[in-house]
């Protein structure tokens, strides 16, 4: 019972560390089943230092205090560790992370990088080597755990009739000369939550607004034209607000539309966001862990060495 | 062989004292939390490096920020449709006439707009120093620009020395420039 409560608690705190983004392991539930099972270690390690189970009760009070260790570096970060931030930026746009002591590089990216998606996420820190997240990949710096999140991104352009480049901005944004459109805002349209963005194409005195849909949200689209993938939806304002005469159109990824005088393109893909999550301290992991693997070998050993050696096989041979 | 009931309790203590400390001390020993960096403007970035990007060049070809190392750069992050960058340009042209054998380079890095929306302007404005066309946008987004105008200005080492947001006058650019040209060392101004 106290070996299957041991290993209950050490598979708890592994899945902390193995899953750190999942908001589950700072509710109150996950710190009380730590603690219902670090009390029944504790009750048993009571229990055996008086004799209770005999000689295996004490060869297993090892790996119950590695347990114990490790569940208490698991409550102790439940309770007091930050819950998981996600950090989003603009490509080109640079982020302090003060848990590692490091700054994370969101590097530009065109159209092409936002349509393949792989554009990585550099944490560089002080007094380490930069590290580079490729998206979904994780890395552990001390008790902190990185992971680069892809999120829909799409990279808009903007041209006059006649073809040519117009500058797209962000006037709300920070990063005021990105042109990637990271659907930070949600805005209900038809009874629903819609991701969007917004830029203004200056050079034409227009604002514009783009909505994200993802494949198959819209029942019906494929009925006119559209051939099942996400798309986009344009709006575009003149310089007073007001929606101008034509400023509404849908396109898939890629492809142009001419409306309120603009043409039109969004390249639909992902960019990175960076999450950052709390683990366990790794000093107490390593610590509970090499206690609790430790004493296990140790309780196995004196166990199979403690066994009393077979009889022969029928009896004594008397001689009288 | 069974550890005896003081071995065990001495461990015991040991290390529940070991564990507490270094549990309190993973949560006190630094800061939390992380600090937005992507807005606060261009001033923000003095110190860093300054990012290079090959686009294309007015003059034909394409161009970079780091092809001028070793020489003072002062970028201008521009757009045709802008009027304070308009309004810049003839101090900017003066300014490099006149410190271009100091060693001085103005490289204006328009943003977002195609080589012949430029081109056409440049020739108005009689512009000679050497004119970058940015139409992925990559130096704004990465000098941090909050607006344009967006100047920056780089050191012989490469290093951003200081980044303004908004128009300058001739003086200012002056001001801006005149250390790092009078200086031999690669940063000091």
Not at chain 1, 63 to 91: E, K, M, N, T
Request: hydrophobic share 50%.
């Amino acid at each position: 019972m106290a070996l299957i409560a041991a290993g209950a608690v050490v598979a708890l705190v592994g899945a902390y560390v193995a899953v750190p983004r999942w908001g589950g392991f700072h509710a109150w539930e996950y710190a009380a089943a730590l603690v219902v099972l670090m009390a029944l270690l504790a009750s048993y390690a009571l229990g055996a230092r008086t004799g209770r189970d005999g000689d295996v009760g004490r060869w297993l009070m090892l790996p119950i205090i590695g347990a114990f260790i490790i569940g208490a570096a698991g409550l102790i970060d439940g309770l007091l560790g930050p819950d998981s931030d996600v950090v989003q930026r603009a490509p080109g746009s640079v982020a302090v992370v003060s848990e590692v002591r490091a700054a994370a590089f969101f590097p530009a990216a065109d159209a092409g990088d936002i349509g393949r998606g792989d554009v990585g996420i550099t944490v560089r820190r002080r007094n380490g080597a930069a590290l580079v997240l490729t998206p979904g990949s994780r890395a552990y710096v001390g008790a902190t755990a990185l992971q680069a999140v892809p999120r829909v991104a799409a990279y808009v352009e903007a041209t006059d009739d006649a073809g040519e480049r117009l500058t797209v901005t962000q006037p709300t944004n920070p990063a005021f000369l990105s042109p990637v459109a990271l659907f930070s805002t949600l805005v209900p349209i038809g009874g629903r939550q819609v991701p969007a963005d917004s830029f203004a194409i200056p050079a034409r005195h227009r604002a514009l607004k783009v909505f994200y849909f993802a494949a198959g949200s819209i029942p019906g689209l494929q009925a006119r034209g559209f051939a099942g993938g996400p798309l986009v939806l344009f709006a575009v304002d003149d310089e007073h607000g007001s929606l101008v005469p034509g400023g509404i159109a849908a396109a898939p990824s890629g492809r142009f539309v001419a409306i309120g005088g603009l043409r039109l393109r969004a390249t639909l893909g992902t960019y990175p966001a960076l999450a950052v999550s709390s683990i366990p301290s790794p000093a107490l992991l390593w610590l509970g862990g090499a206690i609790f693997l430790g004493g296990l070998l140790s309780a196995g050993f004196a166990l199979v060495r403690s066994r009393p050696p077979s009889a022969p096989a029928g009896g004594t041979l008397c001689i009288t | 062989m069974p550890l005896s009931r003081n071995v065990l309790v001495t461990i015991v203590v040991a290390v529940a004292l070991v564990a507490v400390a270094l549990g309190v001390n993973s949560y006190f020993g630094g800061n939390g939390g992380v600090i937005g960096g992507g807005g606060g403007g261009p001033a923000l970035l003095a110190g860093t490096p300054a990012q290079s990007y090959a686009v294309a060049s007015l003059g034909g070809g394409s161009g970079s920020l780091s092809r001028y190392r070793g020489r003072v750069v002062l970028v201008n992050l521009w757009a045709t449709w802008c009027p304070p960058c308009r309004s810049e340009t003839p101090a900017l042209e003066r300014l490099y006439r006149q410190d271009r054998a100091r060693g001085l380079v103005v490289l204006g890095i328009d943003q977002g707009e195609s080589a012949k929306t430029v081109a056409s302007f440049v020739r108005a404005m009689k512009l000679t120093y050497p004119i970058l066309v940015d139409e992925e946008q990559r130096y704004g987004g990465s000098y941090a620009a909050i607006g344009l105008p967006t100047t920056v200005i780089v050191g012989r080492d490469g290093k951003i020395v200081r980044g303004i947001d908004g128009a300058l006058s001739f003086a200012q650019m002056r001001e801006a420039v005149d250390p790092l040209l009078r200086s031999t060392s690669p940063t000091q101004g």
